[in-house]
Nanobody, 121 residues
Framework: QVHLVESGGGSVQAGGSLRLSCAAS????????MDWFRQAPGKQRELVAT???????IYADSVKGRFTITRDNAKNTVYLQMNSLRPEDTAVYCC???????????????WGQGTQVTVSS
């Protein structure tokens, strides 16, 4: 079984910073892409950032220059450093990982449970 566990959410004032972490555990062979998504109340889920195993990254336009996604392959962990936070960044943030589990025939998506980020003005 594979689990993704996020940590690091909380409340911060506008202009502040938070760092989210998401660690994968369980029996698996490899992790490919790792992503951070967010969903604000009444809005659709949004892809925030993606990092490939080789370190290539993709960011949503709304967070470019403010958020940085990194990963530690040895720890099976992805991070999201969020700086210059704005009230519109308030959402539940979830990580996703494309994982090849032992005995599988294809990559499969696994999701974390989500962590709340609240930015006050």
């Amino acid at each position: 079984q594979v689990h993704l566990v996020e940590s690091g959410g909380g409340s911060v004032q506008a202009g502040g910073s938070l760092r989210l972490s998401c660690a994968a555990s369980g029996s698996f062979f490899s992790i490919s892409a790792m992503d951070w998504f967010r969903q604000a109340p009444g809005k659709q889920r949004e892809l925030v950032a993606t990092i490939m195993r080789d370190g290539d990254t993709i960011y949503a336009d709304s967070v470019k220059g403010r958020f940085t996604i990194t990963r530690d392959n040895a720890k099976n962990t992805v991070y999201l450093q969020m700086n210059s936070l704005r009230p519109e960044d308030t959402a539940v943030y979830c990580c996703k990982a494309d994982i090849w589990i032992l005995g599988a025939t294809a990559w499969r998506d696994y999701w974390g449970q989500g962590t709340q980020v609240t930015v006050s003005s």
